[in-house]
Every structure is written in structure tokens, then in C-alpha cells.
Nanobody, 123 residues
């Protein structure tokens, strides 16, 4: 399975941005999916995860209430809607897939990763 993230860019604080993750080479319908991010000089961190049927979602505390994760298994797509962006959201955002049906908070449990898309939020 190959994953490609789309939708990054330069945004102002307070704006909204939607990221997409397009999967190819296989179906992600049986995979838990997640979004991670890595800011310059920092470790990669979990942002959001979603179970294989989309019934379970979970978020890192700093984005809880601002971000939404969703998926469309028919289209082989995963989405991250980010609202009220803050400068601390600046990072490269990665889409990832895991064979754990409910997804995971832990990057080492993910089997597939995209190349990442840059999100920059100016104050």
C-alpha cells in the first residue's frame, strides 16, 4: 500500500486546512489509519487516529476539539480537517496505516507511511 498526503500549505493562525491521504496499491478498508506530524528539531508525534470502519476516532490532546479525522473506504481515502490552526501546528504531516483495526497512538505499530506534506502556520 502506498500513501500520498495532499493539501499542505502556508496558512495564517486561526484558519482551517484539510489534509487528504490517498492510498493505492491495495485497499485500506481493513487498516487502522493515523496522522502524525514532525516539527523541526522535534520527534514525530501522533495527531489523530481512526478505526477501520471509522467508528472510533482519537486525538492528541493539543488538537482535540480542533481537528477531525475521517475516512472513505470506498475511495481509499483518509482526511484530517484542522481548524483554528496555531503556529505550533507547523510540521510535516504524515498519513500512516496499521494492521491494528482500531489504529494506534504509536508510530512503531504502523506499517505504511506517506512521504509527508508540509503545513506552516504563521502568527
Amino acid at each position: 500500500v502506498q500513501l500520498v498526503e495532499l493539501g499542505g500549505g502556508l496558512m495564517e493562525a486561526g484558519a482551517s486546512l484539510s489534509l487528504s491521504c490517498a492510498a493505492s496499491g491495495g485497499s485500506i478498508s481493513m487498516y487502522g489509519m493515523g496522522w502524525f506530524r514532525q516539527a523541526p528539531g522535534k520527534d514525530r508525534e501522533f495527531v489523530a487516529g481512526i478505526g477501520w470502519r471509522g467508528e472510533k476516532t482519537y486525538f492528541e490532546d493539543s488538537v482535540k476539539g480542533r481537528d477531525t479525522i475521517s475516512r472513505d473506504n470506498d475511495k481509499n481515502m483518509v482526511y484530517l480537517q484542522m481548524n483554528n490552526l496555531k503556529p505550533e501546528d507547523t510540521a510535516v504531516y504524515y498519513c500512516a496505516g496499521t494492521r491494528k483495526y482500531i489504529g494506534s497512538y504509536y508510530g512503531y505499530e504502523y506499517d505504511y507511511w506517506g512521504q509527508g506534506t508540509q503545513v506552516t502556520v504563521s502568527s
